[in-house]
Every structure is written in C-alpha cells, then in structure tokens.
C-alpha cells in the first residue's frame, strides 16, 4: 500500500511506549535487559529532540508492575502516566484519547516499544489497526518477549496484520534524514555516542582522530609511557 512507502517524519509521527516497567522487564528473554533499556531510552531521545508527541502507559503499577524506568521518564518529565487495568492498551479510553487527538493532527503513524511483545504490543497493534486507519509502526529493539521465539512470532503476526517492523536507531535516522538539518545534528549526534554502540565509538574516533575535535568529557592528566625500570 502507498501509505507504507512513506517513510516517518517528525510531522507524521507520534510514539506509544507501552509498560516499560521493571517486573516486565524482569520476564524478558528475547533481548538484553540493559540493551533493551538503552534502546528506549534512546529512542525517547529521539523523539523528544524532534518534538514528537509521546505517550506514556503502564499497568498495573502499584500491584505488580512497578514504575516506568526512571530514565525513560527524566526524558520527558512533563507527561501523564496513563495507567491501565487491562494488557491491551486499546482497552484504556485515556490511551485511545491520546492517539486520537495526534493522530487528529496528522500523525497516524504510530511508532511503538513496550513489553511484552507477544501480549501488550500485539494486542495493541490488532486491535488499533483493527479499529482505525492509524499505522503501527512496531520497534522490535526497544520491545522484549518472554522468548526469543514469542518475540519473533508476535513480531510475523502483527507484520502478517499490517504492522510495519523497525529497529530505534532506523526511526532515529529516518526522522533526521539529511545530515544538513543542523537544528537537530548535533543532538542527533549525541544520543547515537551514548546509545549507538559500536556506531557511537565510530563517531568518537572519527570526530577526535578525524576532524580534531576535542573529547566530549573532562578526564584527568594522560600521563606516561613510562617504562618499569
């Protein structure tokens, strides 16, 4: 369909993190732990510096979940908490609101991240694509499963229902697009040394020993070599 040959933009985008909590993360297996909060938390970067509208939702919070990673919500101090009772966040009328009023505004393309995929992102997506014209786009990375193969098939199932898959680094660079947008460079370029692994080094090397540009954090006097005699 032509609608999915677009690629996102910051002005037809909206983001939905969905239960990034502790105890559902404690069940994930399909990704690292620590990796799987790294890609949140970038991708929340992402969106924040392109001003991208983002909800927050969780479950169950005080009985069983717990609270939102704590650097998820540094990101963006300012937002609601949207609690839910039921797994679906289509369920949550608050939820559906959110997306509504953005969506409103021409931003049907969902960009997506929670846990579990094969319960709370893949209800959501059936049920949202069932029910709208809204687009899910679905971040596999910055999302976890109880399995790596309940990971992987709800992932085919919500693509075989129209869901488009991506991972948070492609959303990052496909909102920047063009390395001439310089309103947003430089923090483009901050969140990928902190977030970007092996990418991030690269920039490192290339912006000190390339261009010669100075190091990006205060550290003590490099001393030596010094022989042991």
């Known amino acids: ?32 732990r620590q990796t799987l ?13 392109f001003g991208i509208p983002t909800t927050i939702t969780t479950v169950e919070s005080e009985s ?13 101090p300012e937002n609601r908490i949207l609690e839910r009772s039921s797994m679906n ?3 949550d009328q608050n939820v559906r609101d959110a997306l509504g009023k953005n969506a409103a505004n021409g931003r049907r393309k969902i960009v997506a991240a929670g846990l579990w995929t094969e319960v709370c992102n893949t209800t959501f997506a059936l049920s949202c694509l069932h029910d709208t014209d ?15 193969d309940a990971h992987k098939f709800a992932m085919d199932r919500m693509v075989q229902a129209g869901a488009v898959p991506m991972t948070w680094q492609q959303v990052i660079l496909e909102w920047q697009r063009d390395w001439a947008r310089r309103e947003t460079y430089d ?43």
């Open 1 to 32: 369909m032509a609608k999915y040959l677009e690629v996102l933009t910051p002005q037809n985008c909206q983001v939905i993190f969905i239960d990034q909590q502790p105890q559902m993360a404690f069940c994930v297996q399909s990704i690292d």
């Open 37 to 49: 909060k790294n890609n949140v938390v970038g991708l929340a970067k992402a969106a924040k510096v």
């Open 64 to 76: 069983f979940s717990g609270f939102t990673y704590p650097e998820l919500l540094a990101v963006f």
């Open 89 to 91: 966040s289509w369920d």
């Open 134 to 148: 809204y687009e899910i786009y679905m971040v596999a990375d910055a999302s976890g499963g109880t399995s790596a």
């Open 187 to 229: 923090t483009v370029m901050a969140i990928v040394q902190e977030h970007s692994g092996a990418y991030g080094m690269g920039v490192d090397y290339a912006y000190t020993h390339v261009h010669k540009a100075p190091e990006r954090v205060k550290h003590g006097e490099r001393i030596g070599p010094n022989p042991a005699k």
